[in-house]
């Protein structure tokens, strides 16, 4: 059974730093290219982060300079630390595995308000 499971959403103010967690089971994490996604209220869902099984990284622009993406192949996790949180980040975050399959955590709510 496969699960991403993500930690570390909250409510931060403005300017702020939060870091997220995705801890992966039940697939071989190593050869998954590992994603965050945010979906915003009205809004669709978004690509913010990913990085590959090479350790490629790739940001949308909204967000770069700001969030770091990394991953532990030992641990089976990938991170996400946000740094200079704006209120235009709050949403709820997701992890993604992508490769032969296509796997989705449940989400984590980010706040950014003051």
């Known amino acids: 059974q496969v699960q991403l499971v993500e930690s570390g959403g909250g409510l931060v103010q403005p300017g702020g730093s939060l870091r997220l967690s995705c801890a992966a089971s039940?697939?071989?994490?190593?050869?998954?290219?590992m994603g965050w996604y945010r979906q915003a209220p009205g809004k669709q869902r978004e690509l913010v982060a990913q990085v590959t099984r090479g350790g490629t990284t790739n940001y949308a622009d909204s967000v770069k300079g700001r969030f770091a993406i990394s991953r532990d192949n030992a641990k089976n996790t990938v991170y996400l630390q946000m740094n200079s949180l704006k209120p235009e980040d709050t949403a709820v975050y997701y992890c993604n595995a992508v490769a032969i399959n296509t796997y989705w955590g449940q989400g984590t709510q980010v706040t950014v308000s003051s």
């Open positions: 039940g697939i071989r994490f190593s050869v998954y290219t």
